[in-house]
């Protein structure tokens, strides 16, 4: 017997929570927010139900109990349904949370792996394959709560609140701690079902857009070095004034293969323009998430000398010294969104009156020193390395990635330690193809970058590629996996591979009914656990392949000058 | 990238060890881990009435443009011969190279011929020559205890450290053919090859701080025993030096930090000359008034002449070196002979009236007491009791002229002398010789039968009997003597004895310089044991008196041997010596022009001792440490400029010795302060 | 190297034999060497990584020529055992010293390609191309019924892109071969027609990227080999190395401080 036949699992096999009762969901269907919805606006393949009794469950949190902790990466959003849950305002300890210091038992762990290598590929155990529902277990007390409570910076969540939102739907970690008050009921929306509801539900949109507003913006506002100087009332005044703004189409990735093997001037065009460089300044813009890649006019192109993440603002500087002069200000720079690019808008005004006196005088200067100096000066010559570099990693949307892959050729003797390692330490199976982009001496590999925007969780049904809480890495859960390969074709850099399972015994696992192999998505866990990091890099005789941070342009710099 | 991606999963699988054998595409199953192609399609067609439709997997390239055969059959069946991949090739060959190693070691211990492989290396050519008279098959065993054991047994004592049974070991096989190191007294695998407490330690507190410090982690005590291997190693090729070393292995000991002879060398002290000479030899007033007188050059190199080693450690005899000069006055000094046995004058009268019985006497001897005994006569007394009490009464240097006829005591003692005179000529007369040595040898004490037959025929010198019956006769019987005539000593050899009736002596004429019969009288008397030391010293005055027969104490030194005395007939021989801690050889530095002149580096001192102090303050005592030279010691200085590095050497081995024979440090025990400095002044550490 | 000369001299001063200490030392830094070896299997451990362990190979390598010098007291053993462990020995350190080279100076030649291999994959590619070129050569046969570039695929690039390189070349590469191929291609261009034409553009690309594979599997291979060669020659150290121990010890005759 060489094939084993089984059925396929589809997206609801594993619902969140199988005991879901059919009454729970008529329930819910009369509180809001859900009664407002409108079934009719719901597809006939996923209607309102049906998300409703798959993609929720309902949790009952004991006093005391986290609900979401700060700092963790999640993918659900929770409802209050029932009794009071609190927001923590202020950072907690970590011993508060209940975080220990380290992971234990990572040695053994790697011992294990080390001596439980299969020759066969992809083997999976047999309750592996079947899809059996699974929940995440136990829950964390926070730890002495009357301090907490009596502390001012503890606001309540009632009954009709959302919570956990933005974290789920920018799969970005939670800015605050929420834990029950008293004995509450909570609704969990995973985010795969949150964003049906907000497609199909404008309502929600506006109400999320509100609550963005509301329990974050402040937050984001203040982790903005550019704003750093301002008073809490200041600070309320900019944020008031602030508009949203996105550029770009949030499903950027099914383009971005595509993009990337466009000519240069061509891609460019495609990249919708935040502002352009000429034009009057309308706004200070700050980058909520996503990339934006700043370019300047050089001949009949543009080149790229900057690209900005998270937290980095433009137009301060045209402002100030616009200022300075009296006269009105122009965008020195072109900035375009690469993919999906969230944007804060702060008006001329706002940031005139609140902003500019808070900024040091010595920054001040240092911005007035380098507008004086051409671009030639403190850039580096058109086709340097370092310039194509640059233009290279956006072009790519490499800057995505935390932990890139990248090997230098110069140093790599093609000894495939890294594979070796890999595979050994994922059950005889490699996590990444030694084989990628070639940019002058790197070459970018075939490895899950980690992205800090993972479009690879867009299509997931189930939601088995998600963040881990802890650390940030992005992994597969082997056991919801469905092996529909929608994260596979996301993925721009082709570091999601299918494979094929098999039974202990070889035999390649079918679908019972298509007589086709049942798949799984794969693809580098960073070697979640190892006392030695990632193996590959471990591996490395020749320090020839490293896991870099591409999000910030010095750290390649950096490594390749050493 | 365009490549297309071997089997299942893209992920190349470099760890896998076997690989899809097809040339083209791979499929996507890929070969068991038995190395098995599985042989099967790419896809289940599914049945759709009666077509078969193809349902290959997207990921494997989704629907083939061909279809499934005819019979509902995959057409991309593929079937191949599974290549082992790299790194399963690779790791059969490392596997093969460590077995054929392994293997070719194994037989290798086990071969019959395995002593040849086995050897490390060539012996040196002595000892090569040595094994060859072995069985080619025993010939590592002649030097290694489990040479002939099996690789088990030899991993075995790797392991345990070898060497477990004390009595076969590699050192003790060493010893089998150096005996020599082996001899009584010594302790081979000690420290310089002598029981550790023969060799002195300086207190710790002698060392500075830093040499206390270095000193401590070796610490090695002398009792404990050291390997021949440990210094000397074998299976360096033929021409290796065993004895080797360096000089850093010495200061494992000798903590002293030592640099450079030049800075930390102790000085040499009294060297050369470091007692006095056995034979007596003034060479400032021979050089500067008896050569003159004797309008003779003074050459070194004369007397000084190359021994058997062809140093220069030897001296030409007496007469090519003396006698020329010395020869008439020691002639003269025997003159007529010299006096065995003399019978003294008695007096009669006072014996008799002192209630004695004077024994017959002859009447030519009858009057006061007078004349003395030889020292011979005294020696031989001396075995008689009665006679020996007399002497003690009288004193040994007595004379029969003090003999006070008016004290009884001393009156007595001379009648027992008297009689012991008489009984002395009758035993010579009744036993012959076996009557002197019978005699000497009972004074000598300990050790009758010890005296060597030799000198007991010397001490004869082949008296004719029948000069002791004419004595008798005429002396005591007053028969007419015969008429004169030399034909005993025409019928003997080698001495003359004769009877001088008007005096009454015995005489016996030394044949000269070195006669036995004299130097054996000497010896016995230098041999007589502590309770005789007032007889000996008697004796010896006789012979050390001016003008004394022979003269020979003169020139030959009288020295304590312990409880003896002995008298050095010879000078000192250099090769009979045994091995000590210092070697010196003339060879290498006469040969340089500027040294080939003796006085570059034997100088004389200039106030030289005059012939009489220097006979005097140098050899009336009998410690040979207590003396005068008038030959300066060599300082360190005189061997500096050429004894540093780079140029002659400055190596310990050079000078020293590792291995010492035990007899080597006799002369050093004795004089115990001198001592530590000539061993080098490098103090054993602790 | 200082460090070890002054050891040396202590153990001299020591009474000590020093060709046991230095032996012992010899030993474990060949057996250090060789745990190498034995890490590279063990990935995921924390035990250092791969790059400082071979930081450290490179020295206690150095170290370990110092230490063999003193051992062997600089002159050729004349033993059996003693001559084999010593080419053993300088033959490891030899293709050490070459794999050194090879791993600095190879990885250089193969980036200046413009694709990158991986080893295993390049027969299947080499195929692919020859399928590839066979396929365009037959394309512009069949549209144009001209043979020209057909019989000059025959005759000349075929046999290239199927056979495989000579030993001189898995040596030392050249693109003598490619620039021959590229020059008669050129030459035969004005004889050819337009689909033919286009079918040579392909052939030029074809004939680099066979040329290129062919680099590849020279060079790669040429890494692999040497690293073999290094394992097996290490392999044969290590256990004559401890037989050649366990021999001088049985055979020490005597206490070995």
């Not at chain 1, 592996?128 to 502390?151: E, I, K, N, R, Y």
């Not at chain 1, 001949?299 to 045209?318: P, S, V």
């Not at chain 2, 005189?638 to 081995?653: D, I, V």
């Not at chain 3, 037959?138 to 390189?165: M, W």
């Amino acid at each position: 017997m060489l094939t084993i036949a089984r059925r396929r699992p589809e997206r609801w096999d594993k619902p969140l929570d199988p005991g879901m009762s059919d009454r729970a969901v008529d329930r819910l269907l009369r509180v809001p927010p859900f009664v407002a919805m409108d079934p009719a606006a719901f597809p006939r393949t996923t209607p309102l139900r049906d998300l409703l009794k798959h993609d929720t469950r309902l949790l009952n949190r004991e006093p005391g109990q986290i609900v979401v902790r700060e700092g963790d990466y999640g993918s659900s959003a929770f409802l209050v349904l029932d009794g009071q849950a609190r927001v923590t305002l202020e950072n907690l300890p970590p011993e508060a949370l209940g975080r220990s210091a380290r992971r234990s038992g990572g040695l053994t762990r790697a011992i294990a792996r080390l001596f439980s290598q299969r020759q066969t590929p992809e083997v999976r155990p047999a309750d592996a394959v079947l899809p059996t529902p699974s929940l995440p277990g136990g829950g964390v007390f926070l730890q002495d709560m009357p301090a907490v409570l009596s502390s001012a910076g503890v606001a309540a969540l009632g009954p009709g609140e959302l919570f956990g939102e933005q974290a789920a739907i920018t799969r970005a970690p939670h800015t605050a701690t929420v834990f029950a008050e008293t004995p509450c009921v909570l609704l969990e929306i995973r985010w795969q079902g949150l964003r049906d509801l907000m497609r199909h539900t404008p309502a929600l949109r506006e109400h999320l857009d509100t609550l963005y507003r509301r329990n974050h913006l402040k937050n984001h506002l203040r982790s903005t070095p550019l704003l750093a100087g301002l008073t809490d009332a200041a600070l309320d005044r900019v944020a008031a004034s602030v508009r949203f703004a996105s550029f770009g189409e949030f499903d950027w990735s099914e383009r971005a293969k595509a993009d990337a093997v466009l000519d240069p001037v061509e891609r460019l065009r495609r990249e919708p323009l935040v502002v352009e460089e000429g034009q009057p300044v309308e706004s200070v813009v700050l980058v909520r998430n996503g990339f934006a890649r700043l370019t300047v006019a050089v001949g009949e192109g543009h080149r790229t000398i900057a690209y900005l993440g998270r937290g980095r603002t433009l137009g301060a500087e045209e402002i100030a010294l616009a200022a300075d002069r009296g006269e009105g200000p122009k965008w020195r720079r072109s900035l375009r969104a690469v993919g999906h690019l969230d944007t804060l808008l702060v008006p001329p005004e706002a940031f005139l009156k609140e902003v500019l006196p808070t900024i040091p005088g010595k920054q001040r200067r240092r911005w007035a020193e380098r507008a004086a100096l051409p671009d030639e000066e403190h850039q580096p010559a058109i086709g340097a390395a370092a310039a194509r570099t640059l233009d290279y990693l956006v072009d790519q949307r490499l800057t995505n990635g935390t932990q890139a892959m990248v090997i230098d050729l110069d140093r790599c003797t093609r000894c495939d330690d890294c594979v070796r390692a890999c595979a050994a330490m994922h059950d005889g199976n490699p996590r990444f193809v030694r084989q990628g982009d070639q940019h002058d001496t790197l070459q970018f590999a075939q490895a899950c970058m980690h992205c800090v925007d993972p479009v690879c969780m867009i299509g997931c049904p189930t939601g088995a590629i998600h963040r881990d809480e802890a650390t940030g890495v992005v992994r597969i859960n082997a056991s919801t996996c469905v092996g529909c390969s929608a994260c596979a074709n996301s993925c721009p850099y082709s570091a999601i591979q299918m494979v094929e399972l098999r039974e202990p015994s070889g035999a390649i696992v079918v679908d019972g009914d298509t007589g086709q192999p049942l798949l799984r998505a794969t693809k580098c866990d960073l070697c979640n656990g190892l006392p030695s990091g990632p193996v590959c890099q471990h591996a490395c005789p020749h320090d020839a392949l490293v896991r870099l941070d591409l999000t910030n342009p010095s750290t390649l710099a950096a490594w390749s000058q050493h | 990238m365009t490549a297309p991606t071997p089997g299942p999963g893209g992920y190349d699988r470099p760890n896998r060890r076997w690989q899809c054998g097809c040339d083209d595409t791979p499929c996507s199953r890929g070969p068991d881990p038995h190395g098995r192609c599985p042989a099967l399609g790419e896809c289940a067609p599914t049945r759709d009435g009666d077509r078969w439709l193809c349902n290959r997997s997207p990921l494997r390239g989704g629907a083939c443009p061909d279809g499934p055969t005819p019979d509902g059959r995959c057409c991309l069946a593929k079937r191949c011969r599974p290549r082992r991949s790299l790194r399963a090739i690779r790791g059969r060959w490392l596997r093969g190279a460590a077995v054929f190693t392994l293997g070719a070691v194994l037989m290798l211990l086990g071969a019959a011929g395995r002593n040849e492989v086995l050897a490390p290396g060539e012996l040196t050519s002595h000892h090569a020559q040595v094994i060859a008279r072995d069985a080619w098959a025993n010939r590592c065993a002649a030097c290694h205890p489990g040479a002939n054991n099996g690789p088990g047994e030899w991993l075995a004592s790797a392991i345990a450290g070898g060497g477990d049974d004390p009595h076969n070991t590699q050192s003790a096989l060493c010893l089998d053919c150096h005996k020599q190191l082996d001899a009584d007294g010594a302790a081979p695998l000690l420290a310089h090859g002598l029981p550790a407490d023969t060799l002195q330690r300086r207190p710790a507190s002698w060392l500075t701080p830093t040499e206390a410090l270095l000193a401590a982690p070796r610490g090695r005590g002398e009792a404990d025993a050291l390997a021949c291997a440990a210094c000397h190693q074998e299976h360096h090729g033929a021409g290796h030096d065993l004895a080797a070393i360096t000089d850093a292995r010495c200061q494992a000991c000798h903590a002293e930090r030592f640099h450079s002879f030049a800075t930390d060398h102790p000085d040499f002290g009294l060297w050369p000359v470091e007692r006095r000479t056995r034979i007596a030899f003034n060479h400032g007033s021979h050089s500067r008034e008896h050569y003159v007188k004797a309008n003779r050059d003074f050459d070194c190199r004369a007397c000084h002449v190359p021994d058997a080693a062809g140093d220069l450690t030897a001296r030409v005899d007496y007469h090519a070196a003396c006698g020329e000069c010395h020869e008439a006055d020691l002639k003269n000094s025997f003159g007529e002979g010299v006096d065995f046995l003399a019978l003294p004058m008695i007096d009669h009268d006072a014996l008799v009236d002192a209630g004695h019985a004077p024994p017959a006497w002859p009447d030519a001897l009858r009057g006061d007491f007078d004349g003395g005994l030889p020292p011979f006569t005294k020696l031989l007394l001396a075995a008689d009791p009665r006679a020996a009490e007399a002497m003690t009464l009288l004193g040994e240097d007595f004379s029969f002229f003090d003999v006070d006829p008016r004290d009884p005591q001393r009156v007595a003692a001379a009648q027992s002398l008297a009689e012991a005179l008489r009984r002395l000529l009758d035993d010579l007369q009744e036993e012959g010789h076996g009557a002197v040595s019978y005699r000497i040898g009972k004074l000598s004490g300990a050790e009758p039968d010890k005296a060597a037959p030799a000198s007991e025929a010397d001490l004869v010198a082949r008296l004719p009997i029948e000069l002791v019956d004419r004595a008798l006769a005429t002396w005591f019987s007053g028969a007419e003597p015969p008429e004169p005539f030399d034909a005993i000593e025409d019928r003997r050899t080698g001495g003359a004895w004769s009877l001088d009736d008007s005096r009454f002596t015995l005489r016996y004429r030394p044949s000269g310089h070195d006669d036995p019969w004299l130097r054996a009288w000497l010896d016995a008397i230098a041999a007589l044991p502590s309770e005789h030391a007032a007889l000996q010293q008697a004796c010896l005055a006789e012979f050390a008196r001016p003008g004394a027969p022979g003269g020979c104490i003169e020139c030959h030194s009288v020295e304590r041997d312990g409880d003896r005395l002995t008298i050095n007939w010879r000078g000192r021989d250099r090769l009979s010596e045994p091995r000590g801690f210092t070697r010196f050889s003339h060879r290498p530095h006469t040969a340089q022009p500027e040294l080939a002149d003796c006085t570059a580096c034997h100088r004389l001192e200039e106030p030289a001792a005059t012939p009489a102090t220097y006979a005097t303050a140098a050899y009336t005592s009998h410690d040979p440490q207590q003396f005068t030279t008038d030959l300066a010691p060599i300082a360190k200085a005189a061997c500096t400029p050429c004894h540093r590095p780079h140029a002659a050497g400055e190596g310990c081995t050079q000078c020293h010795n590792y291995h010492v024979e035990p007899g080597a440090l006799k002369g050093l025990a004795g004089s115990e302060p001198k001592a530590a400095p000539t061993v080098g002044g490098l103090a054993p550490r602790r | 190297m200082a460090l070890c000369a002054a050891w040396v001299a202590w153990l001299d001063a020591s009474l000590a034999r020093t060709a046991y200490a230095t032996g012992y030392a010899l030993w474990a830094a060949v057996l250090l060497l060789a745990a190498y070896g034995l890490r590279k299997k063990l990935p995921g451990l924390p035990i250092g990584a791969s790059r400082h362990w071979l930081r450290w190979h490179l020295v206690i390598a150095a170290v370990s020529l110092g230490l063999f010098g003193w051992h062997a007291g600089l002159a050729w053993p004349t033993g059996a055992v003693e001559g084999a462990l010593a080419a053993l020995y300088l033959g490891t350190f030899a293709s050490g010293l070459v794999g050194f080279y090879l791993t600095r100076t190879i990885p250089r030649q193969l980036a200046r390609t413009s694709e990158q291999f991986i080893y295993e994959r390049i027969p299947r590619l080499k195929e692919a191309a020859r399928r590839d070129a066979r396929a365009a050569v037959l394309e512009a046969v069949h549209a144009t019924g001209a043979t020209t570039l057909a019989d000059f695929y025959a005759d000349r690039v075929h046999g290239f892109l199927g056979r495989p390189r000579a030993w001189r070349y898995t040596l030392r590469p050249t693109g003598a071969a490619r620039q021959r191929l590229f020059n008669e291609l050129r030459g035969v261009d004005r004889f050819l027609t337009d689909p033919e034409r286009d079918a040579a553009d392909r052939l030029f690309k074809l004939v680099r990227r066979k040329d290129d594979l062919d680099f590849h599997a020279a060079r790669q291979g040429l890494l692999k080999a040497w690293l073999f060669a290094h394992l097996a020659l290490t392999w044969a150290l290590v256990l004559v190395g401890t037989a050649h121990g366990v021999l001088a010890l049985a055979f020490r005759g005597g206490p070995t401080p």
